[in-house]
Structure formats: C-alpha cells, structure tokens
Nanobody, 118 residues
C-alpha cells in the first residue's frame, strides 16, 4: 500500500514536500517513482530513485526544481518541489517503478492533489 500526503494549494514560485508511506512490501529493496497526472492529460513520469537512494533521475520538465529522496527506515518516499509553476498542477502519485516510464496504474498510490495558482 502507498499513501501520499503533503499536497495543497501554493502560489507560483512556492514549495511543497510530498511524502509517501509504503507498507506491505519490502520498500528498502524496491525502486520507486513519482508520477503525475494533470486534468485532461495522460500520466507523466516525474522521477525515479533506486533502492539505495543514491541514484535518481528526473523528467526534463522538473529537473533542477524537484528532488526525490527516501528513508528506508521509515519506509517513506519524498518529493521536494521548489519553484513551482502553474503547469505543475496535477495529482501526484508515488509508485513502484524501476524505469523512466509511467508504471502500470496498479502500482500507484491514491494520489495527492497539487495546485499551483496565484
């Protein structure tokens, strides 16, 4: 099970930190991703972090602004989002995932809404 939190309404240029608590599987040996889906659009892969937490990848649209990390003791995945833009508005999902592509929907959590607006 994956449970996201930390979403909300933020002004352009602001920051948010998303969290995702994992249970029911061996989190510390599982590569994890963040995926987002904007209204009326298909899902977009955002980031990938390997099980050890030392290797990360980002979509070009968020590179330099978003940082993913993990705490394998707390079974928690994070996404620090800075310099937010209106186009970052979406539902954000954490997911099991070992590639730089959108994982199957069955691997996602329930999502948390992020809205970037003045």
């Amino acid at each position: 099970q994956l449970v996201e939190s930390g979403g909300g309404l933020v002004q352009p240029g602001g920051s948010l930190r998303l969290s995702c608590v994992a249970s029911g599987f061996n989190f510390r040996i599982t590569d994890m991703s963040w995926v987002r889906q904007a209204p009326g659009k298909g899902p977009e892969w955002v980031s990938l972090i390997y099980q050890g937490g030392t290797m990360t990848w980002y979509a070009d649209s968020v590179k330099g602004r978003f940082t993913t990390s993990r705490d394998n003791v707390k079974n928690t995945l994070y996404l620090q989002m800075n310099a937010l833009r209106p186009e970052d508005t979406a539902v954000y999902y954490c997911s099991l995932g070992a590639s730089r592509h959108v994982p199957p929907r069955d691997y996602w959590g329930q999502g948390t809404q992020v809205t970037v607006s003045p």
